[in-house]
């Protein structure tokens, strides 16, 4: 089985790479920084340099990626943006959340979306519970709150254009990264364990769904 996972230097990216590579799965994963990818290359994982912020790094995949097939690809590249909805985003601040949580994968699924297993396979995004409109109780972090949400948007509206493809997006917990800091409740370990599961459990019948790494479905 064979894996492309975005965003694997650190955190959940890396622990996911580690969990795939243990179970026997090809896994290319990539970083944004040269100096990230020989720890990759020496956890067995064919090591691939990728910015999603970078136009000319996405529309290398065209050619670097040329003949390859996956069985699973997920996005977790991502940055958080900290403050409430009286902290008003500047457009350079909005553009580079955005940019980094929504549209890099928009602007990688049409060359991704055909090297699934001949479009059957699946897509996963790493999104939060913080993208839940439903399920909002405050407004902290509202910018990634948005950017959540967007690419929820984005993963339910992908899945009518490519049907073959079980399209999802999971929120992993609340995760001891450098995002999710010391406080966080979930070791990186727990938390690609359940992920690993839900995304096995997964079958064309969910595409578009919107899950914790419990398995429970969210509201959106
Ligand atoms: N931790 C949590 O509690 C939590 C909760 C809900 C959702 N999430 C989501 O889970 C995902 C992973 O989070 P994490 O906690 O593991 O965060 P993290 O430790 O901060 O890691 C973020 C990852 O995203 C990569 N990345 C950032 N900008 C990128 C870019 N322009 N191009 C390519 N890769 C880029 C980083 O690469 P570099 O090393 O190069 O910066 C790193 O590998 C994110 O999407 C996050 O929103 C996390």
Redesign the pocket.
Known sequence: MRALI?????????GLTQRYLADGWHVTA????EA?LPQLQSLGAKPLK????LPSSIMSMEWVLAGEQYDLVIY?????SRGPATAVPTQAEFDLVMH??VL?MMQLLPCLAPKLANQHGKWIA?????GSIAEAQSSANWL?RVS?AALNMAIRSAAFDYPAVTFAAL?????K????GPQ?TLEVADSVQGLRQVIAGLSLADSGCYKNHLGHSLSW
Do not use: E, H
Not at 30 to 33: D, I, K, Q, S
Not at 50 to 53: A, F, G, K, S
Not at 76 to 80: E, H, K
């Open positions: 975005i965003g694997a230097t650190r955190g959940i990216g890396l990539t970083a944004r920084r990230d990728l910015d999603v912020t977790v590249a991502g940055i958080l980094t949580n890099g790493i999104s939060s519970g913080m990634y959540k929120c992993p917990g609340w995760v990264t450098d995002m999710g966080a």
